[in-house]
């Protein structure tokens, strides 16, 4: 294995809400993705989803609160919390959540043609 750059992963593509997966720790998947105007209502019933902004704003709507994310700032959504993420101005930003668990959740508004609903692509893989 050998060391992976973020930025390099990042520069990698272009898609909003198309997560990459860069490396596998144990079962869980290290996601960076780029995101701009919202993804959707959505709920993981059997994981948390843990957030990291690596550049730019988050807001993570919940159903009493919004939280809002700045570069370097990192939140849990609790399993079976819905949440809505969203970005104005555009972020990058890592997810961490077990291999196979999907962009949309298990419980989901449905999908606009913006939202690439995934388990997350490898790195590299064209889309």
Known sequence: MEPINLGNALASFDALWSPRIVTTVNDYD???????????WHAHDHTDEFFLVLEGELEIALEERTVRLGQGDVFVVP??????????????????????TSSVGDRHDEVPDHVDATTGHALGEDV
């Open 30 to 40: 290290i996601r960076v993705a780029k995101v701009r105007g919202e993804h959707l």
């Open 79 to 100: 399993r079976g919390a819905r949440h809505k993420p969203s970005s104005r101005g555009g972020a990058r930003i890592m997810v961490v959540e077990p291999s196979g």
